[in-house]
C-alpha cells in the first residue's frame, strides 16, 4: 500500500512540477521542489522501515550529499545519500531495513546513490575516493539522530578537511585541469556539455568547493555560505547560475533522462522558449547562445581564478621556471608562482601603471593574481567614466598586441572589461555566436585565437607554421596586423548581408578615434576590406599568370602581400582546429609566393611560373626519352607542371604506357593527412563522376582533386581523400578490393548506382542542422579558356559525385576541380570547356537548370 502510494504521490508530484517548468521555465524552482518532493519520499520511508519501534533509532542518521545537499537536484539526476552510524554497533540491525529502504527507492525509478559510512570512516580519507570526500562538503541531515550529525558536520569534517584540505585541493584541481583539457580548454563549443564542459555548472560548483576549503583553512571553521565568493564575483556568477540551472532542468525535461549535452536542435528550441531568459520578445538561436556563452566565460573565468591559487603538479624545471619567473618583480609588480601582484596597491588609479600591468603580462606569459584583478575592478567604474583619450588608448593597446603572449592579456582585459573601454566597437561582437557548423569560436574569441596564432607560428612544430612565422618578422608594422585581426569582423555584430563592409566601417570610425595616421589608417583599411580576397582567389586557378596578376593588382605592394597572407592564415586557422588543412596552408603559400615573384620580378626564383616551366620540361626530359615526354605533356595545361613533380610526372608517363595492356592504371598511396588515388586512363563520358562516385560508395571524404587530359585524351585525374570509417587503415587486404572497385566501376563492370545506394543505406540518416541553399555561379572572365562554375551546396554523401555527372551529361569537360568545404558548406568550383571552348550562355543556364534540380532533389 506505502509502495503504490508513494509512487503515484512521486509521479503526481513530478509531473506538476514539470508542468510548472514548462509554464514558467524557472530552473531554480523546479529542482528546488524536486529536491523537496524526494525529501518527502525518503522521510515517509524512514518513517516506515527504520523507526517502527517508534522515534529515531539511536547513533544512527541519513545524510543527503552532493546535489542533494545542495539541495539542487535536478529532473534526472542522482541521489546521494549517506547512512551515518555512530560506530558498529548499529550496522548489523539496520542492515536490512536500509536494504529495504533503498530497494523501495529503487523500485520509485530514483537513480540512487547511498554510501553506508561510521563516524570514524568519515574521518578517514580515501585517495582512491576524493568524490565521496568532495561530496561531504555539501552535506546536509535529513532524518535520525540530528546529534550524531553534528558531531560529523561541526566537529569531524572541520578537523578533517583542515588536516587534508591542501591534498584535496590539490586532487581537485587536477581532477578539473584534466577535465578542461578533455574539453580543449575552451567554454566555445558548437554542442557543449551544460554540466561538464568548461564553464558549466560543474566549474561553479569548483569554484564554491575551493572558496570553501580555502575560507575553512582561514577561519577554522564552516564559513558563511554567502561570504564565500566576492560581492563582483556573486553578481557574475548568481545569474549565470539560475540560467545554467534553467538549460540543465530543460534538458533532463526535453530528454528524459540526465543527458546534459546541448545539443544544436536543443539550441534552437530552448531560445524559441526563452530558456534562463527573463525576456517577453523572441530571440533566436545565435543571441539565445550568445547569453549562454557570456555566462560560461563569467563561470568559467573565476574557476580557473581559484584554480590559480593552487600550483600544478609540475617537474622541478618547471618548479625551477617558475622560480626564475618569480626574479621578474620591480618596483610596479611582484611575481610570485607566476601571478602579478601590485607593490603599492593604491598605485592602481593611475591608468598608466593599470595597462602597463597587461603589457607586462603579455611579455612574460604571467597571470593577474586575484588581488590585482579585485583592485582593478574596484577603479572600473571611476576609470570607465573618464576614458583614456584616442591617442592614449592606441599606445596602452599597442604595447599589449605586439607581445609574446598577447591573447592572453587580451583576454584578461576582456574578462574585467577594459578592452572595451579601449575599443567600445568590440562590444558588437562579445560572445558573439556564428550558427554555421563550421566556426567553432565565439567572433571575438576567433579574433583572440587568430592574434595567438600569430605569435606562436615560429615556436610551432608544424613547418606550416614556421613559415609564417619567419614571414611575421619581416613585417615592418605588425602591430597593425594585429588590430586589423581585432576589428576584421566587427561587421557581424550588426545585422545586413556583407559583414566586410560594414566592419570596414566601423574600422574606419575607431581609427579616426584613435588618431591613427592616414597611411595606418589606409593598411587597415585594405586589410579588412581584403581580409577574404585570398580565400577567393583559392577558387581560381593559382597556377594561372592570370589569376596571379589580377590578385597583385588588387594588392598593390609587397608590404601589404606578407600581411594579407598572414592574416589569411591566422584568420582559417582561428575559425576550428580543423580549418586549416594542409592543402590550404600550402595553397595560401604557393599564392604568396606566385605573387611575390610577380611583384618582385624575379624569373630566376624557382616557383616563378616560367621558370619551372623551362627546369621542369628539361629535367624530364632528361630522365625520360624526349619524344615520349613530350608527346605526353603535349596538351597538358601549365598547371599540371605546377601540380606534381618530376618523379611524378614519369609515373605518370609509366603508367599510360601501360594502358593498352590494361586500359585503366591506378595507384593508391597514404600521405600524411589523406590518401591519394591517381587514375590515368583514356578519356571517356563521366569517368571524373564515376570515381567520385566509387570514393562515396566506399565512404571516403574527398577533400581535393585534379583532373587533367593531353591531346591524345589521356587522362590524369587525382582524388585526394579521407577514410571516414578507417576502412583501408585497418584492413590491408581491402586495399585491393578498393582498387578492383574502382577499376570496376570507371570500367563499367559495376553498378555504382546500386553502390551508392547501399552507401545511403547503410548511413545514419541525420538531419542536416545548418541549411545550406544552393547557389551556382558562372564567370567568364578569370580564365582565358575556360568557364567556372561556383557551386555551394550543402554538403553531402556522393555530392561531387552528383555535380560531376551533370556537366558529363551537359556534355561539359572538366579542365581544374577545386574541391571545398566549410562546416556543412561544399564550395566547388570547375573550370569547364565544351567542344575545346568556354561555354555559350545557352548552356550555362541549360547546366544551371540542370544542378540545380539534381542538387535540390536531394
Known sequence: MLRTELRDLYAVESARIQQDFVAHGDGPLAIARRTELVEKVLLRLWSEILCQGGGDPKNFALVALGGFGRRALFPHSDVDILFLHADRSTEDKLRDPIRTFCQELWDLRLKLGPTTRTLDECEQFDPQNVEFTISLLDCRHVAGDRELFERLHEKVLPKFFLREGNYIIQQLAEVTRSRHAKYGNTVFHLEPNIKEAPGGLRDYNVACWMALLSAMDQERRWPAPETLLSESAQSKLTPALEFLTSVRAFLHYRQGRDDNMLAWESQDEAAARRIGTKSTDNIDAAAWMRIYFRHARAVHYECLRLLESVPAARSSLYKHFHNWRSRLSNADFSVVDGLIYLQQPAAIKDPELLFRIFSFASHHGLKLAMSTESRIEAVLPELAKSPPPGPLSWGYLQAVLVEPHAAEGLRAMHSLGLLTLLLPELKLIDSLVVRDFYHRFTVDEHSFLAIECLHRAQQSKSEWDQRYGR???????????????????????????????????????????????????????????????????????????????????????????????????????????????????????????????????????????????????????????????NSFLEGLPKRYLRTYRPEEILHHLEMSNKLSAEPVQLHLARGRHWYELTVVTNDRPFLFSKIAGSLAAWGMNIVKADAFSNSEGVVVDTFYFTDRFRTLELNMPEWERFRRSVTEVVGGEADLDRMLRDRGRSESKTIAKVKVPTRIEFDDQSSGSSTLVQVIAQDRIGLLHRISSRFSYQECNIEIALIDTEGQMAIDVFYLTSGGSKLPSEKQEDLKADLLEELQAA
Open 471 to 629: 614571414l611575421l618578422e619581416e613585417l615592418e608594422r605588425p602591430e597593425l596586423l594585429y588590430l586589423s585581426l581585432l576589428l576584421h569582423d566587427v561587421g557581424k555584430g550588426v545585422p545586413g548581408e556583407n559583414h566586410v563592409v560594414t566592419s570596414l566601417e566601423i574600422a574606419q570610425k575607431c581609427m579616426a578615434r584613435l588618431a591613427l595616421d592616414q597611411a595606418d589608417r589606409e593598411t587597415i583599411s585594405f586589410l579588412i576590406g581584403s581580409h577574404l580576397e585570398i580565400s577567393a582567389t583559392l577558387r581560381r586557378d593559382i597556377y594561372d599568370p592570370a589569376t596571379i596578376q589580377t590578385f597583385c593588382d588588387k594588392i598593390g605592394t609587397p608590404e601589404r602581400l606578407k600581411m594579407l597572407c598572414l592574416l589569411t592564415y591566422a584568420d582559417i586557422k582561428a575559425v576550428n582546429p580543423e580549418a586549416l588543412t594542409p592543402w590550404k596552408a600550402e595553397n595560401v603559400w604557393q599564392l604568396y609566393i606566385a605573387a611575390s615573384n610577380y611583384m618582385s620580378r624575379s624569373a630566376d626564383q624557382p616557383l616563378h611560373a616560367e621558370t619551372e616551366k623551362d627546369e621542369t620540361v628539361a629535367r624530364l626530359q632528361v630522365l625520360a626519352p624526349e619524344a615520349k615526354i
